[in-house]
Structures are given as structure tokens and as C-alpha cells.
């Protein structure tokens, strides 16, 4: 029996969409599938590896796993959302800038969950950002250069004019 379907209204990085979606469509199959936005990865698809992570109303949540139908009339922000044209936002700036980049596959995910932590707690402690991050697992760089770049930018944070 085929599945009904259901209209929802959903804000992707600022720009209103109008989706069609299955009961069972998670977040991450619209954002990629329909929507055509690609930084949110699917690692494990199981809410274990944080490399689908996306912002919703402010919060980091695991697109793999929220249904497409909890995010309607939801404001939802990926990584194709944070820079401006070709200006990298500070977040991803900072990661480049400390090498805490290798194959890449964590980085959308990662990205996303220092742009919650930092809203939501300008000032993190070291500690703070290893808990933010525990969910995002990375192979690649050990993670130290990755809290580096995290903590790089709230120390620049509080500059006149500073975006995050
Ligand atoms: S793909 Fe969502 S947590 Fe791994
Ligand atoms: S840079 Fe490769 S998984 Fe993090």
C-alpha cells in the first residue's frame, strides 16, 4: 500500500519551501533529495555519528533521524547556510585556518554543532566544546585541532562587528 503524503511548510538557510513528504521522510532525505543540499552527510543513519547534523529553530539536531513532518513551520539552517557568497563564516574560516579539516565528511556536521554551542554559549570552556562535539565523531584529525578552531573563535569573538 503506497504511503499517503502530507504538504509541510519548512525555512531552509532563509528561503521558504513548500515540500512534499512521506510520514517516514526524515529531514536529512529532504534537505539532500529534494532540496538539493548536499553539506549535511549521511554517515551511519542511525543518530550515532553527528556528520548529518543541521540547526532547527536553534538547536543542533540529527537530520537522519528527526522526521521531515517535526520540522514543519521549523526554521532549519545547514552548512550551505552559513557563508555569505564566497566569504566563509567565521566558524568555517576557523577551521581551515587551524587544519581541523582532512577528508571533510565531519566537517558540515561539526561546523554545525560549534554554530549551536557558540550561540547558544559564547564563551565555551574547553570542556563545554568536547561535550558539544562528543556526538560528531571524526576519523581523521583527533580532534584537537577541531576544539582549537572552535575556541579560536570565541576567543575573536567578542570583536565590534564580529559574525557568527
Ligand atoms: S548520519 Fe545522522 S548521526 Fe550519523
Ligand atoms: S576530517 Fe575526516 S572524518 Fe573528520
Known amino acids: 500500500m503506497r504511503e499517503m503524503k502530507q504538504i509541510i511548510n519548512m525555512t531552509v538557510n532563509g528561503e521558504p519551501h513548500e515540500l512534499l513528504v512521506e510520514a517516514r521522510t526524515t529531514l536529512l532525505e529532504v534537505l539532500r533529495d529534494q532540496l538539493d543540499l548536499t553539506g ?3 554517515g551511519c543513519g542511525l543518530g550515532e555519528c553527528g556528520s548529518c547534523t543541521v540547526i532547527m529553530e536553534g538547536k543542533p539536531v540529527l537530520s537522519c533521524l528527526a522526521l521531515a513532518v517535526d520540522a514543519h513551520d521549523k526554521e532549519v539552517l545547514t552548512i550551505e547556510g552559513m557563508s555569505q557568497g564566497e566569504e566563509l563564516h567565521l566558524i568555517q574560516e576557523a577551521f581551515v585556518k587551524h587544519g581541523a579539516i582532512q577528508c571533510g565528511y565531519c566537517t558540515p556536521g561539526m561546523v554545525m554543532t560549534a554554530k549551536a554551542l557558540l550561540d547558544e554559549n559564547p564563551h565555551p570552556t574547553q570542556e563545554d566544546t568536547k561535550k558539544a562535539i562528543s ?3 571524526c576519523r581523521c584529525t583527533g580532534y584537537t585541532k577541531i576544539i582549537e578552531a572552535i575556541d579560536s573563535v570565541h576567543s575573536i569573538g567578542d ?6
Open 135 to 137: 556526538g560528531n565523531l
Open 159 to 164: 570583536l565590534p562587528g564580529e559574525k557568527r
Open 40 to 42: 549535511a552527510k549521511e
